[in-house]
């Protein structure tokens, strides 16, 4: 049977971060925020991915302020009750360091019981929480003196990481330190996208090995703390596909595997529990990158292709550790095809289990419709859907079938243990 593959004890969830849900948060981001939301809304039409159904929110100034979001920080008793309703076993979340620490060395008792209470709450539906320590967005004062940079400021990050772990070490299992930090340093560092909109080679090369390192050294701080705590990151990680056989496209793949999907995950080798995969799209190679031939995207326009996580886990297995997916999902307001993607990844999943690849759980992006960085509101990624004037929730079709999944593998438990 299909869903006898699954470990008993696989861990079918969904993730959040703090920024993108809580609402009233003040760091680097909203900054970044009050600064380009009028000029990104002047380029909306510009932007060749957009669909004209969303022209019209795109071209809001408040489509790009993050502001109340889906102010979860009141809601997330009934986030998880939903959580709860589709039968979720984990859950993935950001703590958000700008509100730990606001001022320099001044550490908020407030916002440290606010994290405790999520944690209780989870705890009450028996979810296993998945803590994530940096989810992209910094305190003020950490990016007036050169953010991670300077290699200088790594203390001030490990200090949040020990002052947290120290608090949530009985209340949590899972520690993830560093969401994808090779998007960060590229849209960050080098495409100049996203705040502190540096750009260039070495400014990203740094940051990427200045990330590397304080992963490491997190993780050795973690694990002095409780060597229990299982500790890893949130890799984004692509499935490249080449068009054409030939030695310019074999070549292109190679480096883009090593450089892309290798390189990071390699520098913290030796300090990582498990990997945490988020997947996204397929990339295919043909001369060059992104050629995608697939008619079938989201509405951000990414390639869907579910399969292709299938390929991305099998290459993973070299690293010979336990998997989580962290993150997987599409924008996808009409909810169109969110059933079908989900059903796909199950699948691809099983085949990886099947293959001996090690997944021990699934996170599905996202519990609810958030603030999708810097293209706002309008994309719609949420098993959820929330209506941000109201802040009503409203479950989607594909939510209740991911609670039909997992309800299957239950029922194929069951089974067994009879
Ligand atoms: C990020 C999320 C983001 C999602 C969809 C991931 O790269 O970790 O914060 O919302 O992709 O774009």
Redesign the pocket.
């Known amino acids: 049977m299909f869903f006898d593959r699954f470990p008993k004890d696989f861990l079918w969830g969904a993730s959040t971060?703090a920024h993108?849900v809580e609402g009233r948060n003040i760091n680097d981001w909203t900054e970044f925020e009050q600064r380009s939301a009028l000029s990104f809304a002047k380029n909306a039409e510009n932007l060749g991915f957009f669909l004209d159904r969303f022209a019209k929110e795109a071209a809001k100034k408040e489509n790009y302020i993050s502001g109340l979001s889906a102010n979860h920080i009141d809601n997330y008793e009934e986030d998880f009750y939903l959580a709860n309703k589709i039968g979720l076993g984990s859950y993935r979340f950001s703590i958000e360091w700008s509100r730990i620490e606001p001022e320099e060395g001044k550490f908020d008792d407030k916002a440290i019981r606010y994290y405790k209470n999520i944690i209780r709450v989870l705890r009450t539906y028996q979810i296993e929480p998945f803590v994530t320590l940096w989810?992209w967005t910094l305190p003020v004062w950490f990016v007036a003196k050169g953010g991670f940079k300077k290699r200088k400021n790594d203390h001030y990050f490990l200090r949040y990481v020990e002052k947290i772990v120290t608090e949530f070490k009985d209340e949590v299992n899972y520690f993830i330190t560093l969401?994808?930090p090779e998007?960060y340093s590229m849209n960050s560092y080098y495409r100049g996208l996203w705040p502190p909109q540096k750009k260039g080679l070495y400014n990203f090369t740094t940051v990427f090995n200045n990330l590397a390192r304080i992963h490491n050294d997190s993780y050795k701080i973690i694990k002095n703390i409780n060597s229990n705590l299982q500790v890893g990151i949130a890799k984004?990680n692509s499935y490249f596909e080449i068009g054409k056989d030939n030695f310019r496209n074999r070549t292109i793949k190679k480096f883009a595997d090593y450089f892309w999907n290798d390189l990071f995950l390699k520098k913290i080798s030796n300090h990582q529990d498990f990997i945490g995969l988020?997947y996204?799209f397929r990339n295919r190679i043909d001369g060059w990158f992104n050629k995608n031939r697939n008619p079938k995207t989201s509405d951000l326009g990414w390639d869907l292709y579910p399969q292709g996580i299938y390929n991305v886990l099998l290459d993973l297995k070299k690293y010979k550790k336990p998997i989580y997916i962290t993150?997987n999902g599409l924008a996808d307001a009409r909810d169109k095809h969110r059933e079908w993607f989900l059903a796909e990844t199950v699948k691809a999943l099983a085949k990886a289990l099947g293959k001996s690849v090690d997944v021990k759980g699934y996170f599905h992006?996202s519990l609810i419709d958030n603030f999708?960085?810097d293209k706002g509101f309008w994309p719609r990624?949420g098993l959820v859907e929330v209506d941000y004037k109201t802040q009503k929730r409203t479950m989607r079709k594909s939510g209740e079938y991911y609670g039909k999944i997992i309800a299957a593998h239950n029922r194929a438990k069951n089974r067994q243990s009879k």
Request: hydrophobic share 30%; charged share 20%.
């Open positions: 971060s993108q989810h969401n994808e998007i984004n988020n996204y993150e992006w999708e960085w990624f």
